[in-house]
T-cell receptor, first 109, second 115 residues
Framework: EDQVTQSPEALRLQEGESSSLNCSYT??????LFWYRQDPGKGPEFLFT???AGEEKEKERLKATLTKKESFLHITAPKPEDSATYLC??????????FGAGTRLFVKA | EAGVAQSPRYKIIEKRQSVAFWCNPI?????LYWYQQILGQGPKLLIQ????????DSQLPKDRFSAERLKGVDSTLKIQPAKLEDSAVYLC?????????????FGPGTRLLVL
């Protein structure tokens, strides 16, 4: 059964304290792995797409990496405005999109 | 470019009542998705349309949920009758083609509370 698991469920950081969020997956025929950011009361906002193991993408303080079993979202020197829920999603061979439960990130000034 | 539009933004109903949600995707996007997001969980795909045809509705509770996308543009999701466990945010998303590997663009969602 296709599955996406995100850890930790919640993460509390001090401003400037770098860390990583994990997304592990078991799917047949990965077509793409997506990272989204979701603020309270809003829909998910696209961050990155990764297609193959070894691929990396960066945007400001965020960097996403992909292996054959998991993806990491690295946050370097976070700021309070980075506080949000970060969602990981995979598209498998049948084009169905499966989301993880998300990691709630809190960054304190 | 205008984003995905959804209405209403909030809805409160009593159990066994009916409710409908509307979505207008980004102009030109062929694929439209409806997701259910229960508090503290990730979005769960309910139904996926490509133009006005259904691609996947395997997780749609068909005894009470229905959806249509007439003319391949906007879409309506209906719940009849609603149950307490239907309380959730209903998200609509669209993508240009839907052939996989595509970014989905989400609307703000409709928050449903069933009492």
């Amino acid at each position: 059964e296709d599955q996406v698991t995100q850890s930790p469920e919640a993460l509390r950081l001090q401003e400037g304290e770098s860390s990583s969020l994990n997304c592990s997956y078991t799917v047949s025929g990965l077509r793409g792995l997506f990272w989204y950011r979701q603020d309270p009361g809003k829909g998910p906002e696209f961050l990155f797409t990764l297609y193959s193991a070894g691929e990396e993408k960066e945007k400001e303080r965020l960097k996403a990496t992909l292996t054959k079993k998991e993806s990491f979202l690295h946050i370097t020197a976070p700021k309070p405005e980075d506080s949000a829920t970060y969602l990981c999603a995979v598209q498998a061979g049948g084009f169905k999109t499966i989301f993880g439960a998300g990691t709630r990130l809190f960054v304190k000034a | 470019e205008a984003g995905v539009a959804q209405s209403p933004r909030y809805k409160i109903i009593e159990k066994r009542q009916s409710v409908a949600f509307w979505c207008n995707p980004i102009s030109g996007h062929a694929t439209l998705y409806w997701y259910q997001q229960i508090l503290g969980q990730g979005p769960k795909l309910l139904i996926q349309f490509q133009n006005n045809g259904v691609v996947d509705d395997s997780q749609l509770p068909k005894d009470r949920f229905s959806a249509e996308r007439l003319k391949g543009v906007d879409s309506t999701l209906k719940i009849q009758p609603a149950k307490l466990e239907d309380s959730a945010v209903y998200l609509c998303a669209s993508s240009p083609l839907g052939g996989g590997r595509e970014t989905q663009y989400f609307g703000p969602g409709t928050r449903l509370l069933v009492l």
